[in-house]
């Protein structure tokens, strides 16, 4: 009967690789320098943002999502439930705001995933991180692909869960300003 009380101890691996998405989602220089608001929605959609490529990476070979990808969808929403409880979202409106994060989380995830062009990518991430769909052609979001461009490329190769590292946002902040690169 403890079993049904019990939670599945988390994979520690999976957890680290949660635990670096945050990190790299909370660095300055996306709020300062890309332009991502600097409020709860912005800091959202950068985890969402930031984990997006390696859940994608985690696919199996059909398709669905593997065991270490649902491990780190739910260390996702394990840390969302934590946020809201923190900053005192109540027992009775509780289920909706995991169902509005639920809905955001996989709306954008699906935005990014089917993104086939540079373009679908940058109207994407100028809708969702910029949030104003007019900047789809700003140096901002152009340089916001190329990072998302180098995420997806980093998960792409090698073992995801022991190997993945995210680029470093300051090789493209030359872009996010204007420069042409």
């Known amino acids: 009967m403890l079993r049904f009380f019990t939670k599945k101890k988390p994979n520690a691996v999976v ?3 949660y635990d670096a998405a945050v990190e790299q989602a909370r660095l300055p220089i996306f709020y300062q320098t890309f332009g991502v ?20 990476a985690l696919r199996q070979d059909d398709g669905a999502i ?5 491990a780190l969808f ?12 923190s900053i005192g ?3 009775t409106t509780f289920p909706k705001k995991m169902k509005q994060i639920g ?19 940058a109207a994407a991430i100028a809708r969702n991180v910029l949030d104003d769909e007019s ?20 998960a792409g190769t090698g073992d995801v869960l022991t190997a ?16 042409t690169q």
């Open 15 to 17: 957890r680290r690789l």
């Open 37 to 56: 608001a600097d409020t709860l929605d912005g800091r959202f959609d950068m985890v969402v943002f930031h984990v997006w490529p390696v859940i994608d």
């Open 66 to 70: 593997s065991e270490d990808g649902q």
């Open 74 to 85: 739910d260390a996702f929403v394990e840390d969302m439930e934590q946020n809201l409880r």
């Open 89 to 91: 979202v109540g027992d």
């Open 103 to 121: 809905k955001a989380f996989y709306g954008r995830f699906g935005a990014y995933r089917e993104a086939g062009d540079d373009a679908a990518l």
């Open 135 to 154: 900047l789809a052609t700003s140096p901002k979001a152009r340089a916001l692909v190329r990072y998302a461009r180098a995420m997806q490329e980093a």
């Open 164 to 179: 993945f590292r995210y680029p470093e946002p300051a090789a493209y902040a030359a872009i996010a300003e204007g420069e």
